[in-house]
């Protein structure tokens, strides 16, 4: 084996090999195109369908708490209902869903390897609701929006 080839297999991965690396262990190569061409992408079987019930299970009973009652999935509210907060701190299935493979493979394409999670929120929709809107929270502000809904940015 060549010098060149022996330091090439000794030194460290880049952010990037790290990262698409992990992107190509776990079949997630579809994802990134999705993430790419949507804005958002879905990841079958992701996390276990009991952990799914029992994340909705500490979200449902945070929601009634704040409402003072309890939460009723299946009835319209008339759009009261608040969304689930600072989740991190309710329940320890949410550290596990932050630290899941595939969840953390897909954040590191987004954001890089040095991202930060302060927390994970949720929102409840009732049935009868109106469908919520995709938006992003922060990139408006920082890119001179003053709005993202339905269609094309409005800039300032």
Partial sequence: MSEAAVLAEAREPTSREYVFG???RL???QNVFELEEQ?????????????????REVIVAQ???KMGKQLDLHAWDGGNVREGCYLLYEDPIFEKLAQ??????L?????GRSMVLST???HVRTKGGPVPQLHTDQWSAHL???GVSGGSPEFN
Avoid: C, K, W
């Fill in 22 to 24: 992990e992107i190509r």
């Fill in 27 to 29: 079949g997630l190569e």
């Fill in 39 to 55: 804005g958002y992408t879905v990841v079958p079987d992701a996390i276990p369908m009991d952990m799914v019930e029992h994340m």
């Fill in 63 to 65: 929601v009634s708490e």
């Fill in 100 to 105: 899941n493979a595939y969840t953390v493979a």
């Fill in 107 to 111: 954040m590191r394409y987004l954001l």
């Fill in 120 to 122: 994970i929120y949720s």
């Fill in 144 to 146: 001179g929006f003053s």
